[in-house]
């Protein structure tokens, strides 16, 4: 039997070790014990830290584990050297090590043809913000947390402060900050793709809701981007090249991007599927394909990549009902009704405000249709 090793134990864990099981493929979970939601998901449950490399290597090895899986930012680099001790498809450590650096990414990208990037600086100190030669509105945030954690946009001098401290207060982020100039208008999209053995798959290109300044939370998703043909084929040609420069070699891969007049700008990478139900649900219901089993078969380095024609055109998005959003509440109390009503999740009887990007702790309904988009457009003065 094929054995794939799952580094991490939180939501992806479960979501890998469920399509796993569906493929007959037995599961290793390691991680820590407390706090694991994969603990009772998966066949085999290992309680030993991500950290511990040597300690998973060995247990990989003694297993006959033939992939392994990372499962968010933090579990990326472990994964990579887990891979590279066992003789297992994965990406490189050098790129593993550096993935999760925004500058870093920034500055491999910075001669990429047709990726634009808005002036950024690498601060250690926070106090350095203030003398720095930004034009505002800028944005300050952790240069290696995602989901849109710690980030947060100061108008002018008088709204730095706040936002340095916001940046500060994120419990897990790194000891630097990167410093961008605010890109104003267009829209937010990400491009979901796989890589495998240095080719890259573009597999679909995500339309992003976003509640814009100060944190940027992401209120819906919706696939396909409602792009014209020659500005989708050029961001799939652009984040093919991206994917590339950075480093990706192997496995899922979730960039922000951003759209302004027909230029495309880099928010960041995410070497990992992508969250709020993107990767699982809608990349999979939008192009039919099943997603989560390249990343499986990927790590299991038994991929046999996406033939063109293979992905199909169909729609698929979710909404996240709000405080931001509110309009959306006589939609989502009568969505189960409705044909293209695939899920509808109830978190909270009152509608919260977000402050980060958290799916799968808020009211939201997910939609599915092979006809189009459903109309849920803001009302005028809401």
Same mark, same amino acid.
């Given at each position: 039997?094929?054995?794939?090793?799952?580094?991490?134990?939180?939501?992806?864990?479960?979501?890998?070790?469920?399509?796993?099981?569906?493929?007959? /493929?037995?599961?290793?979970?390691?991680?820590?014990?407390?706090?694991?939601?994969?603990?009772?998901? !998966?066949?085999?449950?290992?309680?030993?830290? &991500?950290?511990?490399?040597?300690?998973?290597?060995?247990?990989?090895?003694?297993?006959?584990?033939?992939?392994?899986?990372?499962?968010?930012?933090?579990?990326?680099?472990?994964?990579? %050297?887990? @891979?590279?001790?066992?003789?297992?498809?994965?990406?490189? $450590?050098? $790129?593993?090590?550096?993935?999760?650096?925004?500058?870093?990414?920034?500055?491999?990208?910075?001669?990429?043809?047709?990726?634009?990037?808005?002036?950024?600086?690498? &601060?250690?100190?926070?106090? %350095? /913000?203030?003398?720095?030669?930004?034009?505002?509105?800028?944005?300050?945030?952790?240069? *290696?947390?995602?989901?849109?954690?710690?980030?947060?946009?100061?108008?002018?001098?008088?709204?730095? *402060?706040?936002?340095?401290?916001?940046?500060?207060?994120?419990?897990?982020?790194?000891?630097?900050?990167?410093?961008?100039?605010?890109?104003?208008?267009?829209? +937010?999209?990400?491009?979901?793709?796989?890589?495998?053995?240095?080719?890259?798959? /573009?597999? %679909? !290109?995500?339309?992003?809701?976003?509640?814009?300044?100060?944190?940027?939370?992401?209120?819906?998703?919706?696939?396909?981007?409602?792009?014209?043909?020659?500005?989708?084929?050029?961001? +799939?040609?652009?984040?093919?090249?991206?994917?590339?420069?950075?480093?990706? %070699?192997?496995?899922?891969?979730?960039?922000?991007?951003?759209?302004?007049?027909? +230029?495309?700008?880099?928010?960041?990478?995410? @070497?990992?599927?992508?969250?709020?139900?993107? @990767?699982?649900?809608?990349?999979?219901?939008?192009?039919?394909?099943?997603?989560?089993?390249?990343?499986?078969?990927?790590?299991?380095?038994?991929?046999?990549?996406?033939?063109?024609?293979?992905?199909?055109?169909?729609?698929?998005?979710?909404?996240?009902?709000? +405080?931001?959003?509110?309009?959306?509440?006589?939609?989502?109390?009568?969505?189960?009704?409705?044909?293209?009503?695939?899920?509808?999740?109830?978190?909270?009887?009152?509608?919260?405000?977000?402050?980060?990007?958290?799916?799968?702790?808020?009211?939201?309904? /997910?939609?599915?249709?092979?006809?189009?988009?459903?109309?849920? *457009?803001?009302?005028?003065?809401?």
């Amino acid at each position: 039997m094929r054995r794939l090793g799952i580094i991490g134990a939180g939501r992806n864990a479960c979501i890998l070790a469920d399509r796993a099981r569906e493929l007959g /493929i037995e599961t290793h979970c390691f991680a820590w014990s407390d706090g694991a939601m994969a603990k009772d998901v !998966v066949d085999a449950f290992h309680d030993v830290s &991500v950290t511990e490399v040597g300690e998973v290597s060995r247990l990989c090895r003694e297993l006959g584990i033939g992939g392994v899986v990372a499962t968010s930012e933090f579990t990326i680099l472990p994964t990579a %050297q887990v @891979a590279e001790a066992c003789g297992l498809n994965g990406n490189p $450590v050098e $790129v593993a090590e550096r993935i999760t650096n925004k500058y870093r990414n920034r500055e491999a990208t910075s001669g990429v043809p047709g990726l634009n990037h808005p002036r950024y600086w690498r &601060v250690s100190d926070p106090g %350095q /913000i203030g003398s720095l030669d930004v034009t505002y509105p800028i944005i300050v945030k952790p240069t *290696s947390e995602g989901g849109k954690r710690g980030i947060c946009v100061a108008r002018n001098p008088e709204e730095l *402060s706040a936002a340095v401290s916001y940046s500060e207060g994120e419990p897990n982020r790194s000891s630097a900050f990167i410093v961008e100039e605010f890109l104003e208008g267009g829209n +937010e999209y990400s491009v979901e793709s796989l890589s495998y053995h240095g080719r890259n798959y /573009i597999v %679909q !290109v995500t339309e992003k809701e976003s509640s814009g300044a100060p944190h940027c939370v992401e209120l819906g998703h919706h696939q396909p981007a409602n792009l014209p043909a020659d500005l989708r084929e050029k961001v +799939e040609q652009v984040m093919d090249r991206a994917l590339t420069a950075v480093g990706i %070699q192997n496995g899922a891969c979730h960039t922000e991007i951003k759209i302004i007049d027909g +230029e495309i700008y880099l928010i960041e990478f995410n @070497a990992r599927p992508g969250g709020d139900h993107i @990767a699982c649900t809608l990349t999979e219901l939008s192009t039919g394909y099943p997603y989560m089993t390249g990343v499986i078969d990927i790590a299991l380095d038994d991929f046999e990549g996406i033939a063109p024609g293979q992905l199909e055109h169909n729609f698929a998005g979710i909404e996240f009902v709000t +405080e931001q959003t509110s309009y959306l509440k006589p939609v989502f109390d009568a969505c189960q009704d409705e044909p293209w009503c695939y899920e509808k999740f109830e978190a909270t009887p009152d509608l919260r405000s977000l402050t980060h990007n958290d799916g799968y702790n808020t009211n939201y309904f /997910i939609y599915y249709s092979r006809e189009g988009r459903p109309d849920f *457009s803001r009302p005028a003065g809401a």
